[in-house]
């Protein structure tokens, strides 16, 4: 008899994948449903079962074009014929050459250097660790912390851990293993009128601490996973002053805002400021493979140099992988093709108009919008487990966490299908608050 080929059952995916696999920020004792994607194409989800769902996550904010572009299948078909991967030790390619002309044409003039990394956590890694090094290189070996903001989040790999917010960051069971950084409060939001003394706490942390601060990180205008928080442009440009003035380097985290998202091309653009070092991933691709870019000034690559010995001290296996490399170039260039502020623009306007109901709901506490950034605040946690199959059932993809329930479109995304992921949103709020009402008059 054949061997039984799981792969040809699809019914049976859900039930091996239960009982094997492992699934992001999911306990294998109180397990969630998971839901199998036989394909994907355009802004569509299309089930093993027959159900199709739209995407309002663009695949944790990757998948800007959505799903098989052509375009950037055909890249990859392409670079596989000549070579899938070769080491970057020693060597270069082609594709690694192609996408740094690319960043450099896109990036602000003084960053003039790439690191290609494995992902976005990696991203972070490799510019903490530029940061340490440039001040060991200068002879300030004492200048080996980072100071950050609250309500941030970096990644999950020790180094990002250790600056993401102590308690939002999700990491809190790590307290006293990570390395011990410096937090000043959490920008207020966007949303309140500009106030210079924003600034006191954090002025008067940095001053006081600048002998050992290497290096400030922070996710310009918006804090993502941390709690998706829109804060005001001027708290980025006072913060690059400050550090100018206590001579620490500047890092941008736009790992989840990089290439449009946001309206402009790269968050730091709204605050007309140029970071020391800039962490790029997620769209990097189009959402099509894993790749990170760790990109810097002249000032900080040679100054890792200056002691004559400054090796950057990390090489990932797959750095500049070829076929990530090639894809990247084609994104890029199918991004600036198309009218994608345009697009963004237009999804901005639509969620700011059709998501604004929902504050009318007794368990919302705050909604905003930036580009194709949709956020509703609630009161209190979500449920997961009782809405991601309610928003399974009206056809949308939508996965809340903690007291935020989002939506990161592909830009490609069209009026009646965010129309669809809106009306979600609000029913199944609705819901939830009439759910919890009723569990209310119970007790």
Request: proline letters at 7%; hydrophobic letters at 45%.
């Amino acid at each position: 008899m054949p061997e039984f080929n799981i792969l040809s059952h699809p019914e049976f995916w859900a039930a091996y994948d239960r009982d094997h696999i492992w699934h992001p920020y999911t306990s294998m004792t109180r397990l969630a449903p998971v839901y199998p994607v036989a394909e994907a194409s355009g802004v569509m989800l299309h089930l093993a079962d027959g159900r199709e769902l739209i995407d309002g996550m663009s695949s944790w904010w990757a998948a800007i074009h959505g799903y098989n572009h052509p375009r950037l299948n055909g890249a990859i078909e392409r670079q596989l014929r000549s070579m899938s991967h070769v080491m970057f030790g020693g060597l270069t390619h082609g594709p690694a050459i192609a996408l740094t002309e690319r960043l450099m044409a896109l990036t602000a003039e003084p960053i003039e250097h790439v690191f290609f990394c494995d992902s976005g956590s990696v991203s972070v890694e490799v510019a903490i660790k530029m940061a340490i090094q440039y001040w060991f290189a200068k002879g300030v070996p004492g200048k080996n912390r980072l100071f950050t903001v609250k309500g941030g989040y970096h990644g999950d790999t020790f180094g990002a851990m250790g600056v993401c917010d102590p308690v939002s960051g999700m990491h809190q069971m790590f307290t006293g293993i990570l390395p011990s950084h410096l937090f000043a409060p959490k920008p207020l939001p966007a949303s309140k009128p500009w106030d210079p003394s924003e600034m006191d706490a954090l002025t008067q942390m940095l001053e006081s601490h600048r002998d050992e601060v290497a290096a400030m990180i922070i996710e310009p205008v918006v804090q993502g996973a941390g709690g998706m928080n829109l804060y005001h442009p001027e708290y980025v440009r006072q913060l690059r002053r400050l550090c100018d003035e206590n001579e620490v380097l500047l890092i941008f985290d736009e790992i989840a805002t990089g290439f449009g998202r946001t309206g402009r091309m790269f968050a730091y653009e709204h605050a007309d400021v140029i970071p020391d070092i800039l962490c790029l991933g997620k769209a990097l691709t189009g959402g099509t493979m894993t790749l990170a870019a760790t990109l810097t000034t002249a000032k900080v690559a040679r100054g890792i140099s200056a002691d004559g010995a400054g090796v950057l001290m990390h090489g990932p296996t797959f750095m500049a992988n070829p076929l990530a490399c090639a894809v990247a170039a084609e994104s890029i260039d199918l991004l600036l093709e198309s009218p994608w502020q345009e697009w963004v623009t237009g999804i901005e306007a639509q969620m700011r108009r059709e998501l604004e109901p929902c504050r009318s709901l007794p368990v919302v506490a705050d909604v905003r919008c930036i580009g194709a950034i949709g956020v509703v605040e609630t009161r209190e946690p979500v449920e997961m487990s009782w809405m991601q199959p309610q928003f399974v059932e009206r056809g949308v993809w939508i996965r809340p966490f903690g007291k935020l329930v989002y939506i990161m479109p592909p830009y490609i995304i069209t009026g009646g299908q965010l129309s669809k992921l809106t009306t979600a949103i609000f029913d199944v709020l609705n819901k939830w608050g009439e759910k919890n009402a009723g569990l209310a008059r119970q007790l």
